[in-house]
């Protein structure tokens, strides 16, 4: 195989991934060859930053790595922990499909394995390239030009042995927007999914790459590909497709601050079409909890809106307390703020509206309505009237009287 041409910048960036001096590294035999690998080697050609990086070592057993410090982690092969910088360190392995699912592997750590088996078992050409410490890329799988050319492409059949991989793809996917899939690579995702393999994969492991994914640069590609290659129906539990508009929208939130849990919510909402059950994904509680207001509190979004616009309801107040109450505004005003973001989003809500709303919420949360509403409690539990009633009428009562609700003329159209 010719030796890859890379620059004099590129070599010196691949060298400095190992560690020119290592205490603990030093304790290993000398006939031990260690590699960086995958990610960081990646990263690195794409003149990108690597915060961790990942190392193979060959011809080693496990008793050498912990008789020179590292920290065993690994329960189906062997993985060490660095004491010092906690980078992984993994012996060369090779594995072997036997049985179904991302779980169905035996593997193999002897310590001759080569490094050359141990890059053929990954996923993607462009994840196995390896640097020795010199900073020579080993690539038997040609990864730079894949790197080059903008490519996602699998290493071989043993793709299709894994489902997991069809997910890394899709993040991958919505990571790099200029690469594109090798058509024979979409082939063989569909081959995965025909062969019922997704089936297999466990809520829990589709979100930790979905939860990635919502988070890259265009997160719609990671979901297109799932749709295309038939993957949706068995991740999403039989979910119906995700809307073109959401995928625009999800896109447009790569591009800003909105958090993870605003990305799923408006991924599940699915622009009033709703996926399904928030927990379909086994996403954190307070993704679920947001993609639960969204869905109830988008039905009367539009209502407010107008309701703060128009100054002739007498009950505006009520109405808008009663709205922000179900939307547990006071109890969790930081959520709260999460779903106002999420509804402007949708377009529900004019940027007046929302700032209107916030104002409110500031007031509601104010010292002046604190003691009133707590005076009004204390009599209720004299009176025996029933406090959560009580409340919200001092509430309502007071909002009534504040400036947003008073003196302001009915706008002309």
């Keep these: 195989m010719p030796k890859p041409n890379l620059t004099p910048a590129q070599l010196s960036a691949l060298a400095a991934l190992t560690p020119t001096s290592d205490p603990i590294r030093q304790r290993l035999p000398r006939s031990i060859d260690i590699y960086c690998v995958g990610g960081a080697v990646r990263d690195t050609l794409l003149g990108q930053s690597c915060v961790d990086r990942d190392y193979v070592v060959v011809g080693a057993r496990p008793q050498d790595m912990v008789d020179a410090g590292f920290t065993p982690v690994g329960n189906d092969f062997p993985v060490f922990l660095h004491p010092i910088d906690h980078n992984e360190y993994a012996l060369a392995r090779t594995e072997r499909k036997q049985g179904t699912g991302y779980k169905g592997f035996v593997f193999s750590a002897a310590t001759s394995v080569t490094l050359n088996e141990d890059l053929a078992r990954r996923d ?92 890259e640069a265009r997160p719609s590609r990671c979901l297109e590909l799932l749709q295309t290659v038939g993957a949706w129906k068995d991740l999403a539990q039989d979910a119906p497709s995700v809307s073109a508009d959401t995928l625009h929208r999800l896109d447009a939130m790569a591009a800003t601050a909105c958090d993870l849990s605003q990305r799923y919510a408006i991924l599940i909402d699915n622009m009033g079409h709703p996926l399904g059950d928030p927990a379909v994904f086994k996403a954190p509680k307070a993704c679920q909890e947001l993609a639960q207001l969204v869905i109830r509190q988008s039905a009367d979004a539009k209502a407010i809106d107008a309701l703060l616009q128009d100054t002739s309801d007498p009950e505006r107040a009520t109405h808008l307390l009663k709205w922000l109450t179900q939307g547990d505004a006071l109890r969790k005003p930081d959520r709260f703020l999460l779903l106002l973001g999420c509804l402007d989003i949708k377009g529900l809500l004019t940027r007046h509206a929302h700032d209107q709303l916030v104002q409110v919420l500031t007031y509601l949360q104010s010292s002046e309505v604190t003691m009133a509403v707590a005076q009004a409690a204390t009599q209720a539990e004299a009176t025996r009237e029933p406090i959560e009633q009580v409340v919200f009428k001092t509430r309502a009562s007071m909002l009534a009287d504040h400036p947003l609700f008073r003196d302001r003329p009915t706008p002309t159209h």
């Design 124 to 215: 993607l050409t462009i994840n196995a390239m390896a640097a020795d410490p010199q900073g020579n890329l080993i690539d038997p799988c040609n990864g730079l030009a894949d790197l080059q050319s903008r490519t996602l492409r699998h290493i071989g059949p043993a793709f299709s042995e894994d489902p997991v991989r069809l997910l890394r793809l899709a993040r991958f996917a919505a990571r790099w927007p200029d690469f594109s899939i090798a058509p024979e690579t979409i082939a063989l995702c569909r081959a995965i999914v025909d062969a019922g393999e997704t089936q297999a994969l466990v809520p829990e492991r589709v979100w930790q790459e979905l939860s990635k994914a919502l988070m």
